[in-house]
């Protein structure tokens, strides 16, 4: 027998790639962080001795899920200024926020909210957009997570950066200090169209193409960004970006509510990846993003929460059944935005975005074992003809018991095993008696 570091025992495992959808009673293994083989468990248990045998028999098993779109420390201001739209949300409650009180330590302890609630609901790769981009490095190496980490760039000045061209040369020192790590990468992360004038997208655009990075924006979010855009340049913003030579299969457009036919094809002959944020976008009414034509044009579509500051939560087996369900609203038809799209967009569609497709994402020998195991015995979800379904349609972020990022267990049976969990909840009250003046 091979000796190995760790055999988990499924009762349904979902690859999200080959023949097929669900294996039945298979085993995972996993040595030296990476997936040595999927298999049956009674092949596993003839053929491998393993150091840690986990067993998850009425579990489904699942890859580790992508949030591909977040703003990790807004955790923070979860449930500050709720119930209106984009942007006097932005401008007259969250901006001054930040003005005021940004800081390393908040960014920090922020990080680290949202990691511990990522990782309790399966998550374990995020693509973030925030201030102090450092700062977060630091706290997902500490933590064990995945994470793509947002070179940030945007017009005004931030405790971050003063200019556009000190944004662009600290995010240039940012991915050198990071560009070794075999858990972490650092995209370009430049707001929105209306936030980043035409000079500095241009020198960063020079830079994701010598450096081959993917660049990551808010594009398209609502019909008064469009408004706007073709008010102040006679164009749409994606008109725009096109004519800076942005639209490339290195470019993570998120949100895209308002799209039109030509665009969706546009973005399919150009390789554009689409970030859809469906519980954000209900929630400050900006639209409803065409993921069924996306899907249909060849496009690939990933998923993430946006922060919780919009959403209120980050969790993304919530975020796939809005997505299903919102979905066949849009595209006026019950068998659009299927269970498996869902988790396709949740898993694979989110590595593929971030240019990580071969290394995680799904169940496969020589990936990363970046897995995430949820109990399906529970009285919500019984009886399981469909666990794809089950999953997407019934389950819950509390049925996830166990979260593995490069085979390591970030949660085991509902406990953290990296991330203080009392630790963070006192700094997350210390942070809400400091913000109380902006509660509702």
């Known amino acids: 027998m091979t000796s190995v570091d760790t055999v988990i025992h499924a009762r349904w495992v979902a690859p999200v790639t080959g023949s097929a959808r669900i294996l039945d009673h298979h085993a995972v293994v996993i040595d030296q962080g990476r997936i040595a083989a999927v298999l049956p468990s009674t092949q596993a248990d003839r053929e491998y001795t393993g150091r840690e045998i986990v067993d998850r028999r009425d579990h489904l098993l699942i890859p580790g899920l992508v949030n591909a779109h977040t703003h990790a420390a807004m955790n923070l201001m979860r449930g500050i200024a709720g119930d209106m739209p984009l942007m006097p949300w932005l401008t007259e409650h969250?901006?001054?926020?930040?003005?005021?009180?940004?800081?390393?330590?908040f960014v920090a302890d922020g990080t680290d909210l949202a990691m511990a609630e990522m990782i309790r609901s399966g998550t374990t790769c995020f693509n973030d957009m925030y201030f102090c981009p450092d700062a977060v490095a630091e706290r997902v190496d500490a933590a064990g997570m995945r994470a793509a980490v947002g070179m940030i760039l945007i017009d005004f000045p931030s405790i971050w950066a003063a200019t556009a061209d000190e944004y662009l040369d600290k995010g240039l020192a940012l991915h050198d200090a990071w560009r070794h790590h075999d858990r972490i990468i650092t995209p370009f992360a430049p707001h929105a169209p209306y936030t980043v004038s035409d000079e500095p997208?241009?020198?960063?655009?020079?830079?994701?193409?010598?450096?081959?990075?993917r660049v990551h924006m808010h594009i398209h979010e609502t019909a008064q960004e469009i408004d706007d855009s073709l008010e102040q340049y006679g164009q749409r913003p994606l008109e725009r970006l096109d004519a800076l030579g942005l639209l490339t299969p290195n470019l993570l457009a998120v949100h895209m509510t308002q799209l039109t036919d030509d665009e969706i094809a546009r973005c399919a002959d150009a390789g554009v990846h689409v970030i859809h944020s469906p519980e954000s976008n209900l929630k400050l009414a900006s639209g409803l993003a065409p993921v069924q034509q996306l899907l249909d044009a060849g496009v690939n579509v990933a998923l993430g929460t946006d922060g919780a500051a919009s959403n209120n939560d980050l969790d993304m087996l919530g975020e796939m059944r809005t997505a299903a369900l919102i979905g066949k609203i849009a595209g006026h038809d019950a068998a659009a935005v299927s269970a498996d799209d869902a988790l396709h967009m949740a898993t694979l569609g989110g590595a593929k975005a971030l240019g990580l497709a071969e290394e995680t994402g799904s169940i496969e020998a020589g990936k990363a074992a970046d897995l995430c195991a949820v109990d399906l015995s529970a009285i919500e979800t019984q009886p399981v003809f469909d666990p794809i379904a089950t999953l997407v349609y019934s389950a819950s972020r509390n049925q996830v018991t166990d979260t593995w990022v490069a085979g390591r267990a970030l949660m085991r049976d509902r406990q953290l095993t990296?991330?203080?969990?009392?630790?963070?909840?006192e700094r997350a009250a210390a942070w809400a008696t400091h913000l109380s003046e902006y509660a509702n």
Not at 94 to 105: G, L
């Open 94 to 105: 969250i901006w001054p926020i930040e003005a005021r009180h940004m800081s390393r330590a």
């Open 418 to 425: 990296r991330i203080d969990a009392n630790a963070v909840r």
């Open 201 to 213: 997208l241009a020198k960063m655009r020079t830079y994701a193409d010598e450096m081959d990075v």
